[in-house]
T-cell receptor, first 113, second 114 residues
Framework: AQSVTQLGSHVSVSEGALVLLRCNYS??????LFWYVQYPNQGLQLLLK????ATLVKGINGFEAEFKKSETSFHLTKPSAHMSDAAEYFC???????????WGAGTKLIIKP | DTGVSQDPRHKITKRGQNVTFRCDPI?????LYWYRQTLGQGPEFLTY????????KSRLLSDRFSAERPKGSFSTLEIQRTEQGDSAMYLC????????????FGEGSRLTVL
């Protein structure tokens, strides 16, 4: 069965430091992969997606993620954290004919001044 | 605004009351999804529609929950005889039929059951 694992329910970084949020998935076929961001009391917003084109995907707000098939990973990075990046981040994978999304448990990103 | 809209954004009700949430998807999206999210958790799938047909329901969706999409446009999610455990954010999302699974979410409807 498909699954998505996000390592670390909370990640804390200093403003200006590198952000790295980890996501590993299990899938028997090439998946589509997504990162969504959720600010408090709001819905989810798509940050970026991998759909079998380039393995390095650039998203909004300076985020990017790299699809590594050999590691079954799709980690999210940003070179320099900003206070406005504080939010919860969800990794998701879809496959199959109905493209249902399987979600990770989320990682809350905390930015220290 | 051409995004997904949900109404109401917040609902406080007493245990045992019925509540209804409405979702208006992006107009050209024929797939519509309902999710539930509790604090500190990821979205939990409830059900989805393709046009007016309800194609899948989660086992978590008890018989107190019912969703409709009568004309293949907006959808309603009704919870009957609410319980305190129903307190959550109810998220609606829509997508294109031949997409990759990318979902476009509304702002959510937060339910508090007292």
């Amino acid at each position: 069965a498909q699954s998505v694992t996000q390592l670390g329910s909370h990640v804390s970084v200093s403003e200006g430091a590198l952000v790295l949020l980890r996501c590993n998935y299990s899938s028997s076929v090439p998946p589509y992969l997504f990162w969504y961001v959720q600010y408090p009391n709001q819905g989810l917003q798509l940050l970026l997606k991998y759909t079998s084109a380039a393995t390095l995907v650039k998203g909004i707000n300076g985020f990017e993620a790299e699809f590594k098939k050999s590691e079954t990973s799709f980690h999210l990075t940003k070179p320099s954290a900003h206070m406005s990046d504080a939010a919860e981040y969800f990794c998701a994978v879809s496959e199959g004919s109905n493209y249902q999304l399987i979600w990770g448990a989320g990682t809350k990103l905390i930015i220290k001044p | 605004d051409t995004g997904v809209s949900q109404d109401p954004r917040h609902k406080i009700t007493k245990r045992g009351q019925n509540v209804t949430f409405r979702c208006d998807p992006i107009s050209e999206h024929n797939r519509l999804y309902w999710y539930r999210q509790t604090l500190g958790q990821g979205p939990e799938f409830l059900t989805y529609f393709q046009n007016e047909a309800q194609l899948e329901k989660s086992r978590l969706l008890s018989d107190r929950f019912s969703a409709e999409r009568p004309k293949g446009s907006f959808s309603t999610l009704e919870i009957q005889r609410t319980e305190q455990g129903d307190s959550a954010m109810y998220l609606c999302a829509s997508s294109l039929p031949q997409g990759t699974g990318e979902l476009f979410f509304g702002e959510g409807s937060r339910l508090t059951v007292l």
